[in-house]
């Protein structure tokens, strides 16, 4: 039996309901709170907007937000390519976002975490760029593309094969590997751990903010 399983026999079926109910709770705080965020995207398209129904329901456009219901989460998807790679969108957004409003939504991190690897360190070792050179290059201004751009010539230039080994480590991680433990924890953390359809981080982010069901 692992953590999960054990913590959710220990809870019992009341106290885990209640738990699924405050983490759906704090992730329609969430959503409200990114309800008015514009980030600043030079030339670039609008960032996905998501309908959020009564029953958890999503429904994912690429079109500007057309009523009060409809809500514009801050970071895109790890999924979304900028030049072909997976993930560096989303540091951008997330810099640009901590430039503007002084802060993350709760329980986000920007950065690399010292005896830790984070999706942001990833993107910047693979780079070969440092995370301060990178945000201070973002914050210069730009579009993602030539912010791109300034990483291949100042640090390294992945190649297509390089590219495609990166999207497909990252876009499976969580899945059968040394992280599998540490995306179960999060996925009980979020009131998830029933979710079998969730089996890599990706997956966890594109549910927790929105863009899936």
């Keep these: 039996m692992d953590d999960a399983a054990i913590s959710f026999a220990?809870?019992?079926?009341?106290?885990?309901?209640?738990?699924?109910?405050?983490?759906?709770?704090?992730?329609r705080q969430k959503l409200r709170q990114a309800q008015a965020i514009q980030v600043d995207r030079s030339n670039q398209p609008l960032p996905r907007s998501i309908h959020c129904d009564r029953t958890r329901g999503f429904?994912?456009?690429?079109h500007t937000p057309l009523d009060l219901?409809?809500?514009?989460?801050?970071?895109?998807?790890p999924r979304e390519l900028v030049g072909g790679i997976a993930v560096f969108g989303r540091i951008l957004d997330k810099i640009?976002?901590?430039?503007?409003?002084?802060?993350?939504?709760?329980?986000?991190?920007?950065?690399?975490?010292?005896?830790?690897?984070?999706?942001d360190d990833r993107i910047c070792r693979f780079l070969s760029v440092s995370f301060d050179a990178l945000t201070q290059?973002?914050?210069?201004?730009?579009?993602?593309?030539?912010?791109?751009?300034?990483?291949?010539?100042?640090?390294?230039?992945?190649?297509?094969?390089?590219?495609?080994?990166?999207n497909t480590f990252m876009?499976?991680?969580?899945?059968?590997?040394?992280?599998?433990?540490?995306?179960?924890r999060q996925k009980a953390d979020a009131g998830l751990a029933h979710r079998d359809d969730i089996q890599v981080f990706f997956d966890l982010m594109d549910v927790e903010e929105g863009r899936a069901p």
């Design 10 to 27: 220990r809870r019992g079926p009341r106290e885990e309901k209640g738990r699924k109910e405050a983490n759906s709770l704090r992730l």
């Design 96 to 119: 640009r976002h901590q430039h503007e409003k002084g802060h993350l939504p709760d329980g986000y991190h920007l950065g690399p975490i010292e005896g830790g690897r984070t999706f």
């Design 59 to 62: 429904d994912s456009s690429p």
């Design 171 to 184: 876009a499976k991680r969580g899945w059968r590997d040394s992280a599998s433990s540490g995306l179960e």
């Design 69 to 77: 219901g409809l809500m514009t989460f801050p970071f895109r998807s």
């Design 137 to 166: 290059r973002t914050l210069e201004g730009g579009s993602d593309e030539e912010v791109l751009e300034w990483c291949f010539l100042n640090g390294h230039r992945p190649n297509p094969e390089q590219i495609e080994i990166w």
